[in-house]
Structures are given as C-alpha cells and as structure tokens.
T-cell receptor, first 116, second 115 residues
Framework: AQKVTQAQTEISVVEKEDVTLDCVYE???????LFWYKQPPSGELVFLIR??????QNEISGRYSWNFQKSTSSFNFTITASQVVDSAVYFC?????????????FGRGTSLIVHP | DSGVTQTPKHLITATGQRVTLRCSPR?????VYWYQQSLDQGLQFLIH???????AKGNILERFSAQQFPDLHSELNLSSLELGDSALYFC??????????????FGPGTRLTVL
C-alpha cells in the first residue's frame, strides 16, 4: 500500500522567510511518481511539479525548489523568500503500481500561512 | 486555468435529494477522475474513467455513480444525499494512464452543501 505523510499540519511564517514543506512517502513499487499541488484559498488544485523515481535531481523553478531523496523516501518542497500569495494548502502525492489506473495517494496537506 | 471545467461551482440542496455534477476534461485528455475533499477525510479518490470505460473505483458510496460520455465529459451523480456528503468535489483529467502515472489537472471544484 502507498502512503504519503505530511507531518506539518500548519506552518506560519513572515514574508521573505524561507520555508520547507516536508513529504515522506512509502511504496513497494520500484517505479513511481511524486507530485506537489497547491490549493489556494480560492479552492482549486494547481499542479506544481511531477518527479519520477529514477530522477533524483533537485529542481528549481523561480522561488520554488524540490529536494527528492530516495534514501530517506522524501520529496521536500522549499519556498524561498516567501510571499503572501504563497499562502495555500500544499499537497504531496504519490502514484505508482501495476494495472491500468495509476491513482495517486495524497497526503493530508500542509497549510502555509505567510504573514505580511 | 487548468483547462478542466466543472459545473456548477456551488450547489445547495437538502437531504434525500439527488444532484448531478458535470466535468469537461482538458482538450485531448481521455481520462477523468473524481475526488471528494472534506475536512475530516482529506482528498479521497472516488472513480476513474478512461475513454468512456470505468477503470478504477475508490471510496465511492453505492449512492454515488458516474459515467463518461462519448464526448469525454463526465457526470457524477449523488443520490439520497446526507449531511455528510457536503464537501468539495473535484474532477481531474489526464492524457492517458496506460503509459504510467500521468499528471492530473484539476478543475475548480463543485462545493456541495447538503442542508
């Protein structure tokens, strides 16, 4: 069975602080995919990144960066110089396995509050 | 804007009633997934359709059903509604799951309130 743990329920920071959101996963699959989604107060789920299990390179996109470490089964997300607009709930998700349908398992989400 | 559309955006109804939620996937996407998001259960997968055929079922109640039409839009039918069915219902679409876990793009959701 797959499992995604986002141990941080809520994080509160002041604008311009750096913040890291943790994601730890469990899977028996050798091939799998990891995702991060953002859910702002407006409610929609916005896709941020997808990473497959064979690619452990870190990724940077503007103020966002992701650190994937298979050795610790973690896929952490860092926001540098946070802004109020980053306030949202962030979900980590895991897909993988056999069969015709790769249904992602989502973590419970981390609510990030960025204060001005 | 993900390209996935959902209607209606909000729905208020009474217990015992039946409602239909509609989803249009991104152009070219063959797969449609339905999710329920509630405060206590988090984001729960309900059902997956690929090109008109049901592919996988998750935690979907027997009172709920879905289908995907030839034009690839999908409808989620919720009947005999209970207070606990109040939630945000998301539709997501992806191109093709058979090649591996594909990125799902989510619609804006339908907020259902059962009074």
């Amino acid at each position: 069975a797959q499992k995604v743990t986002q141990a941080q329920t809520e994080i509160s920071v002041v604008e311009k602080e750096d913040v890291t959101l943790d994601c730890v996963y469990e899977t028996r699959d050798t091939t799998y995919y990891l995702f991060w989604y953002k859910q702002p107060p407006s409610g929609e789920l916005v896709f941020l990144i997808r990473r497959n299990s064979f690619d452990e390179q870190n990724e940077i996109s503007g103020r966002y960066s992701w650190n994937f470490q298979k050795s610790t089964s973690s896929f952490n997300f860092t926001i540098t110089a946070s802004q109020v607009v980053d306030s949202a709930v962030y979900f980590c998700a895991l897909s993988g396995g056999s069969g015709g349908s790769y249904i992602p398992t989502f973590g419970r989400g981390t609510s990030l509050i960025v204060h001005p | 804007d993900s390209g996935v559309t959902q209607t209606p955006k909000h729905l208020i109804t009474a217990t015992g009633q039946r409602v239909t939620l509609r989803c249009s996937p991104r152009s070219g996407d063959l797969s449609v997934y339905w999710y329920q998001q509630s405060l206590d259960q988090g984001l729960q997968f309900l059902i997956h359709y690929y090109n008109g055929e049901e592919r996988a079922k998750g935690n979907i109640l027997e009172r709920f059903s879905a289908q995907q039409f030839p034009d690839l839009h999908s409808e989620l039918n919720l009947s005999s509604l209970e207070l606990g069915d109040s939630a945000l219902y998301f539709c997501a679409s992806s191109v093709d799951p058979s090649g591996g876990p594909d990125t799902q793009y989510f619609g804006p959701g339908t907020r259902l309130t059962v009074l």
